[in-house]
Structures are given as structure tokens and as C-alpha cells.
């Protein structure tokens, strides 16, 4: 898999790419699960808007400290 990924002149790095897919999973599965199970599984991609909030503007996010102990490159 290349480290980097090229896109109308902008590089895309694995570990945003990884960031991304993760993110995009939970809030799919969050709102799926509100739709089918139960509507207090909204809670969670609410939470997950909340974090991707908070980490706008202090430039801390968890699942980079997580992909940095997993390993996953830049």
C-alpha cells in the first residue's frame, strides 16, 4: 500500500485516510443502529461530532494517539 496518495494535487496521507474510514464507520453504524434499534444510538456519532469538535481546536484526537500505538505510518 503506498504511504502517500495523490489527488488533484493534494497528498492524502495512510494515517488520515485510516482516520477517516474510521470515523465515517462509527457515525454509519451509530445512525443505522438508531434507525433499527434503538434512537439513543444517536448518542454516538453525536459524541463523535462532539470529539471531532474539540479536537478542531486543541489538535488532540484520540484515534491518532491510538494509530500512533497501533503503528500505522504517516
Known amino acids: ?3 502517500n496518495l495523490e489527488m488533484g494535487g493534494t497528498t492524502i496521507n495512510v494515517k488520515t ?4 474510514g474510521i470515523t465515517g ?6 445512525a443505522l443502529l438508531a434507525y433499527y434499534v ?3 444510538w ?6 463523535l461530532g462532539v470529539t471531532l469538535l474539540q479536537s478542531a481546536f486543541t489538535g ?3 484515534v491518532y494517539c491510538l494509530l500512533d500505538c497501533v503503528g500505522v505510518p504517516e
Open 1 to 3: 500500500m503506498p504511504q
Open 60 to 62: 488532540f484526537c484520540p
Open 25 to 30: 464507520a462509527i457515525l454509519t453504524a451509530g
Open 17 to 20: 485516510r485510516v482516520h477517516d
Open 42 to 47: 444517536l448518542l454516538v456519532p453525536g459524541l
Open 38 to 40: 434503538d434512537p439513543l
